[in-house]
């Protein structure tokens, strides 16, 4: 088992170094099949989708952000062949397999509702008041079975029904808006762009006044840090890196 797990692991491995850093053919021992926009590639096995669209020389300067999971830029919709199945994923996060029909989604052309959450009382009726289509949902579990965080974006959705901020905040926190919920919608909710609404407001209205942020918004907008984020907009990226690592290490001793 333990052996199985390392070659998989050195399988992968070689395969990420192969799409990052110029290919040699010769040291890839598995290949799959995938088709872009109808037309067939071999792809090295073990890479992700992003990877292996990159690999059969497609260029990303849309749908592509963080590369590691947290901007939801990189929607991706696939079906693999013999399945009847239309599957969606995050490019970025997912392994590409033999036979798979994908399609990017540069962009959710999902409607945004436009307000001011100044004006806006702490009532639960805003998000039908701006989201109406949220009174459609049917119950039918696509948008949780879709997130790929992971998230029970149904359940926040009836909570936003109900009104309940809190639940609609908390329940969607990790929502990294990539759209991918309202795309598979039936009822065509914008389920992401609904609990964005619900998490400003609880954030604005639901939560007391954390004194420690007051101050350090205050130290910001007097220009406390400027001449240190001017040092750290000058860094090149090595030293930048260093900068990250060394702050990262100083969190965790505190
Ligand atoms: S590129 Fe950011 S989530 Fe995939």
Same mark, same amino acid.
């Given at each position: 088992?333990?052996?199985?797990?390392?070659?998989?692991?050195?399988?992968?491995?070689?395969?990420?170094?192969?799409?990052?850093?110029?290919?040699?053919?010769?040291?890839?021992?598995?290949?799959?099949?995938?088709?872009?926009?109808?037309?067939?590639?071999?792809?090295?096995?073990?890479?992700?989708?992003?990877?292996?669209?990159? &690999?059969?020389?497609?260029?990303?300067?849309?749908?592509?952000?963080?590369?590691?999971?947290?901007?939801?830029?990189?929607?991706?919709?696939?079906?693999?062949?013999?399945?009847?199945?239309?599957?969606?994923?995050?490019?970025?996060?997912?392994?590409?397999?033999?036979?798979?029909?994908?399609?990017?989604?540069?962009?959710?052309?999902?409607?945004?509702?436009? &307000?001011?959450?100044?004006?806006?009382?702490?009532?639960?009726?805003?998000?039908?008041?701006?989201?109406?289509?949220?009174?459609?949902?049917?119950?039918?579990?696509?948008?949780?079975?879709?997130?790929?965080?992971?998230?029970?974006?149904?359940?926040?959705?009836?909570?936003?029904?109900?009104?309940?901020?809190?639940?609609?905040?908390?329940?969607?926190?990790?929502?990294?808006?990539?759209?991918?919920?309202?795309?598979?919608?039936?009822?065509?909710?914008?389920? &992401?762009?609904?609990?964005?609404?619900?998490?400003?407001?609880?954030?604005?209205?639901?939560?007391?006044?954390?004194?420690?942020?007051?101050?350090?918004?205050?130290?910001?907008?007097?220009?406390?840090?400027?001449?240190?984020?001017?040092?750290?907009?000058?860094?090149?990226?090595?030293?930048?890196?260093?900068?990250?690592?060394?702050?990262?290490?100083?969190?965790?001793?505190?």
């Amino acid at each position: 088992m333990e052996e199985k797990r390392r070659d998989l692991m050195e399988e992968i491995a070689e395969a990420n170094s192969s799409a990052s850093s110029g290919i040699d053919d010769k040291k890839i021992k598995h290949w799959i099949h995938i088709y872009v926009l109808g037309k067939q590639y071999k792809v090295p096995a073990s890479l992700t989708i992003m990877q292996a669209l990159e &690999y059969a020389g497609y260029r990303f300067n849309k749908s592509v952000g963080c590369r590691a999971g947290f901007c939801g830029a990189c929607s991706t919709m696939y079906r693999v062949e013999g399945d009847y199945k239309i599957k969606t994923a995050l490019a970025c996060q997912t392994m590409a397999e033999d036979g798979m029909y994908l399609v990017q989604i540069p962009f959710s052309p999902a409607v945004k509702a436009k &307000y001011d959450i100044n004006n806006e009382p702490y009532d639960g009726n805003v998000f039908l008041k701006y989201y109406p289509e949220l009174a459609r949902c049917v119950s039918c579990n696509t948008c949780t079975k879709t997130c790929p965080q992971d998230l029970q974006v149904m359940d926040y959705v009836q909570a936003a029904i109900k009104g309940d901020f809190q639940k609609v905040a908390e329940w969607s926190f990790d929502c990294i808006q990539c759209g991918l919920c309202a795309v598979r919608c039936p009822a065509e909710i914008v389920q &992401y762009h609904a609990a964005q609404l619900g998490r400003r407001m609880y954030g604005k209205y639901g939560l007391s006044e954390e004194p420690n942020i007051v101050k350090r918004v205050e130290e910001i907008m007097s220009g406390k840090f400027e001449e240190e984020f001017k040092k750290v907009m000058s860094l090149q990226k090595d030293e930048l890196e260093k900068v990250y690592v060394k702050q990262q290490n100083e969190r965790e001793i505190y």
